[in-house]
């Protein structure tokens, strides 16, 4: 199995260094390719994609990356910035469903803001739509305003849109996971006041035709937000958009007490896939070793899983980081009082450690 590590920038390198220890002890022989994405790439070879590691992605089995951006690239041009190297990466991979696991382990119910009787026991799963909608959508850019009382002055614009094939084989990924768990589905639009998602909510409709044993329901995307925080036990699958999936599932990462927790998976139609903690690359605590490495070894434990077939690699791996969180273990970002504060490498040492 080739596997592309792509550590990114910030964090990226300490917290992919730990997945990959995690990796090589499970005894399976491995092909590990390294290659610079992000900032890194662009300090390669001036371009945050090198063509070399788009290559070496589509040739891999799977891709484990790992965070890109910094601040300071922040005035280089758009088409060079460090976050235009996923949006590339998903474009030529071809993966259009994000699949973004919300678990709240019993020991860090403490470390939620919510109350912990509002978040203990929580399982949901955010599928989030990845190549369509406003970040992709054309035409977009500064022009001059054509109409209205601004008319004249300049104006910032982009494009909402999502073809049919689209809509439809997102929202087919969308049952199936909810058939393999508890057969509800919740598709969050906001077609009471966009046209876009008017047309998502009745292609969504029209697909829940094959799977009628799930019950399928709709919500607004405002409502979603609220009932996220509000009850969110409530919730088992959901399924929404590019950017409405981008905004709910930073807030569901905070339901787990940390987005240092949270892994993610992104799919093809043959289940090839690039997996990657949810966070970014977190600039303000890069090189300090205090980062938590756990969203990236528990998407190595999604890429064994989905991509790999490595079903019993993937239940070692989650295992092995519930039995670090009941021994007390936490970075400090889901610290508590009574529990030993380690750092990034000890988190992933520790790990290793848990593996049976
Ligand atoms: P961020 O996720 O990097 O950080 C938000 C906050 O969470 C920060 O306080 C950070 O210290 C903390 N945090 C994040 N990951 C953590 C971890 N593993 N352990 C402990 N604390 C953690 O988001 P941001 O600050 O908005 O963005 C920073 C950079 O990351 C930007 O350049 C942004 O574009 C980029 N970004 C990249 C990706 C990606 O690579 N897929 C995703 C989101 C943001």
Redesign the pocket.
Known sequence: MKIAVLP?D??GPE?VEQAVKVLKALGESFELEFAPV?GAGYEASGHPLPESTLKLALDADAVLFG?????KYDNLERALR??QA?LGLRKNLNLFANFRPAILYPELAGASTLKSEVVSGLDILIIRELTGDIYFGQPRGVRECPDGPFKGQREGFDTMRYAEGEVRRIAHVAFQAAQKRSKRLTSVDKANVLETFQFWKDIVIDVHKEYPDVALDHMYVDNAAMQLVRAPKKFDVIVTGNMFGDILSDAAAMLTG???MLPSASLDANNKGLY??S???????AGKG????L?TILSAAMMLRYSLKMEAHADRIENAVKSVLAKGLR?P?IFEDGCTKVGTAEMGDAVVSALV
């Open positions: 990114g910030g964090i917290i992000g965070s890109v951006g910094d601040w460090p976050e996923i940390s987005i240092g990657e903690p966070h970014g690359s977190a600039p303000d605590i205090i980062a938590n490495p969203a970075t970002d």
